[in-house]
Structure formats: C-alpha cells, structure tokens
C-alpha cells in the first residue's frame, strides 16, 4: 500500500529513487498557534518518511522540516531530500537495484509533476485591483477529493484545513469569496454516499 504513496499518481512521486522501489507516507502538519491556541495559519511541519528497497528493506528515513518556506507539503519538499539521501546511501552500501533503471533525461519538477497529475480545476481569482498574495478568492473545491485540493492548495500557495476524508461536500469561504488571513478557511470531506 505504501509504494502507491510513490508512484504517478501519488503524493510522494519526488521521493521516487530511479532503480528501486520506494514506500512511504508524505506529511504535513500544522503548528499550534502559541498566542491564540488554535492551528497556525502559515506554520507547518513537513515530513517523508519511507523505506527502500520496498520488498526487503535496507534503510528506513524521515525527513523532517520545521516550518519549510515557501512550499510546505511534504510530498514537494521532503520526498525530493529522501530520494537523494537514499540514493546517496545506496549506492554507499552498495544495495543491488530492484527494476530495471530507465535512461532519465532530466529530473521531474514539481511543477511539471503538479501539472501532469492534477485534473483542471479552477484557479484562484482576485478580485480588480487586489493584490493576489494578500486576497484571493476560495477555489471551487466541491467534488474534489483531499488529494486535488492539496494540489490546488500547493499551486496556488493557498493555506486551507481539511477535514475528514472522502470527497468534499462543504466549504468555507464558499467559492469565489475572500481569502483573508486570519479568517477561518476550510474544506470538510466527506465518503461519496
């Protein structure tokens, strides 16, 4: 179950080593608020932790990052540093690779990974004469399960609480509202019925 974390359509596809299988689990998580108590709205702790080669593991590492800048879901900024010191490690410790290796003209961006696995979807909209940094408009998230938000959430460097599993059903702001910092924003998923 944990390889599928690494694969095309998972979050963890960065944390992917070229020669071996690769299972983990991506995490991102939110600080409490020390002032006001609650989850901070731009604090994060990112994770990847996962073991290689999948079938006989050799090594087992978590990546940990306290408050990453600028992108903070684990699947874009601590699987990439998984897969170089795994890779590194490997090949130290000269563990035989498990799937035959594929010529690899250039690494994958994150960009072009985000791109190639999400669905179109609405982008997020300003209203005319509003900077899109301080106040963008919720997307319409309805529909989309946590995974396609999360990709939304990370291309358009937006900050929104999940809650629950499953497909989304309600949201606040509703779509094409305000996103104002401070303001509660979140998404509630729900199984399809």
């Not at 593991?57 to 900024?77: F, S």
């Not at 319409?140 to 629950?164: Q, T, Y």
């Amino acid at each position: 179950m944990l390889t599928t974390v690494t694969d095309d359509e998972g979050t963890g596809v960065l944390a992917n080593v070229p020669g071996y299988d690769v299972a983990g689990k991506t995490g991102t998580a939110q600080k409490v608020d020390p002032v006001t108590g609650g989850y901070s709205p731009d604090k994060r702790v990112s994770s990847f932790v996962g073991f290689v080669p999948a079938k006989e593991p050799q090594l087992v590492i978590l990546v940990l990052l306290d408050e990453p800048q600028e992108q903070t879901y684990g699947g874009l900024v601590a699987a990439p540093i998984f897969s170089q010191i795994a890779a590194q490690s490997l090949r130290y410790l000269q563990v035989p690779a498990t799937q035959p290796q594929q010529l690899v003209a250039l690494e994958p961006t994150i960009e072009g990974i985000i791109e190639k696995s999400a669905r179109p979807v609405a982008k997020v909209a300003t209203k005319k004469g509003m900077d899109a940094a301080q106040h963008p408009l919720m997307p319409d998230f309805a529909g989309m399960s946590s995974r396609e938000v999360l990709r939304v959430m990370g291309r358009d460097g937006l900050n929104i609480r999940l809650i629950g599993s499953g497909r989304v059903v309600e949201q606040l702001p509703l779509a094409g509202q305000e996103i104002v910092y401070g303001d509660e924003v979140w998404v509630r998923l729900a199984p399809p019925t």
